[in-house]
């Protein structure tokens, strides 16, 4: 009889607009368990028909899901936070419903149903543009500071070849204000003197409020290793030492959190001006709602790193196996892959993720080991990349970071030229995809028929081939013609191409580095 209940009966739901900090917002070892919530599903509505059939309101009317939700008594609809935040940056502005069904709700589950079963009671109705379970995620794990000297990642140690040679790309670069990278994760401990003065308003959703601190570690330790100040007489430096950092909490002091705060997460710092993305966690299903904020950040020019995760097993998690993620794994100290390092599909890039020391949490100085510590290295020279192209998009970013990283960087067997499953397209290299970024043609000269095109590039790029050329007869040519026959001699590349009688014009780009 209770089976049957669940069909026919029509409910009169309520909207609770600000019940978000009442509801349970973190996950609990079941939740992690089971690797969903158990309480509530995530609900996108198709705007157009909800609007087509309602007009547009104030708000969704509350008793809008009587007319077509047909769930047990107890049900409810409830807003998530991010459509309060998005009405406050309205600053009173009504744009009405309309605005709300741009994003998820989430429908409050009575005891007996589970998120499975009200994900399928509502799939291919004609307002719902898909409905899931909210499925939980986990972490991973030349300054003159005093304990730079053992930063052995950043190339502290000269005699080392297995770092990220972040002391050459000091020389370039070391960041600016002008660049925010948001750190979504556990928080940040506010008062370390590794951050100071360069930290942004954060938001916390798993409290729903705008205090992101750290009740767990993981977050003010991939923050530090991103962008730890340097030559403030404390601790170690960071890759980055320039950019600002926006502290999003959507991991709770168990270093868990729900996918859909993660989407929040993104949302709401993309809207507050991240440039970067770094998001050290996964979970093993995949999700249409980040997925959904994971494109539309990219799509805003937005650049998303994550990590593969500390499993070992042939497939890195979720957002992990995201196609527009750049996916990081992490390597030890003497080149290969850590045992404890995802791979798999989707990999694009390796970093060292052993011994990493950094600061805590208190200012506590700690060593830190996974695929958590790995990406913000790549995430802090993505920054740098963006202080010297401040347009980089998230394929442009992924083109300099692959193209300058290092292949073939130990004995493994499964480190094959090109991309491969276990390493990507390398290990970070901040030098040399710096050096890509800066790029351009030095001298263009006539040899008989022929144009010869010179320019400066990284000691690697005989090996990985990074630059196309391109020429046209028209500067505002909507086509121009590739051509890819680059010749390589050190730090000098060359270009050859058979002359013209009238004008051309050339440039030289990246070519692209996709993931597998």
């Known amino acids: 009889m209770a089976a049957m209940d669940v069909r026919i009966l029509v409910l009169c739901l ?87 069904l741009a994003h998820f709700f989430y429908i409050r589950l009575p005891r007996g149903l589970s998120p499975q079963q009200a994900a399928a009671a509502l799939k291919g109705h004609p307002w719902v543009e898909y409905a899931e379970p909210d499925h939980v995620g986990t972490i991973a794990g030349a300054p003159t500071d005093p304990s730079y000297s053992s930063q052995w990642h950043l190339g502290s140690l000269t005699s080392r070849t ?52 750290d009740d767990n570690g993981h977050g003010t ?73 994971i494109n539309r950040a990219v799509a805003a020019g937005v650049i998303f790193i994550t990590i593969t995760h500390n499993y070992g097993a042939p497939s890195p998690t979720f957002p992990g196996r995201h196609p527009r993620a750049i996916t990081v794994g992490a390597t030890g100290t003497n080149g290969w892959l850590c045992g404890f390092s995802n791979y798999g599909t989707n990999t694009a890039i390796v970093a060292p993720g052993t011994n990493i020391l950094t600061t805590g949490t208190g200012g506590v100085w700690q060593s830190w080991y996974g695929t958590s510590v790995a990406a913000p290295q790549v995430a802090g020279v993505a920054a740098l990349l963006c202080t010297l192209r401040p347009g980089l998009n998230a394929e442009q970013a992924r083109a300099l970071l692959c193209g300058g990283a290092d292949d073939r960087v130990s004995a493994d067997p499964n480190d094959t030229p090109g991309l491969d499953l276990h390493y990507g397209w390398g290990r970070l290299n901040a030098y040399n995809s710096l050096r890509l ?11 008989g028929t022929n144009a010869v095109l010179t320019w400066q590039c990284p000691l690697n790029a005989s090996n990985k081939h990074p630059y196309i050329v391109e020429y046209a007869a028209d500067l505002m040519a909507p086509a121009w013609t590739s051509a890819t026959n680059v010749q390589y001699a050190s730090n000098v590349a060359a270009w050859v191409g058979s002359g013209s009688s009238t004008t051309r014009f050339y440039r030289v780009g990246i070519r692209a580095f996709p993931a597998r």
């Open 14 to 100: 309520t909207v609770f607009v600000a019940a978000a900090q009442a509801r349970r917002c973190s996950a609990d070892s079941s939740d992690v368990m089971r690797g969903v919530a158990e309480d509530r599903i995530i609900v996108k509505f198709r705007k157009d028909a909800v609007l087509a059939a309602l007009g547009d309101r104030d708000r969704v009317p509350p008793d809008l899901p009587r007319t077509w939700l047909r769930l047990p008594e107890g049900t409810a609809i409830e807003e998530p936070a991010i459509i309060g935040l998005d009405r406050q940056a309205r600053h009173g502005q009504k744009k009405g419903m309309a605005a709300d």
């Open 162 to 213: 297995d770092n990220i040679r972040a002391l050459e790309a000091w020389a370039i670069c070391t960041g600016s204000a002008d660049v925010v990278v948001a750190v979504l994760d556990t928080g940040c401990d506010t008062n370390t003197l590794e951050l100071a003065g360069r930290l942004v308003p954060g938001y916390n959703f798993i409290a729903t409020n705008n205090m992101p601190a």
């Open 221 to 293: 330790a991939v923050a530090t290793v991103l962008a730890a100040n340097a030559n403030n007489g404390y601790r170690g430096a960071g890759v980055n030492w320039g950019c600002r950092i926006m502290p999003v909490k959507v991991m709770d002091k168990t270093g868990a959190g729900f996918y859909s705060q993660w989407a929040q997460g993104v949302d709401w710092a993309v809207s507050n001006g991240a440039k970067v993305i770094n998001l050290s966690g996964g979970g093993s299903s995949d999700d249409l709602t980040l997925s959904n904020a």
């Open 437 to 447: 970024a800066l790029s351009e043609i030095d001298s263009i000269a006539v040899a």
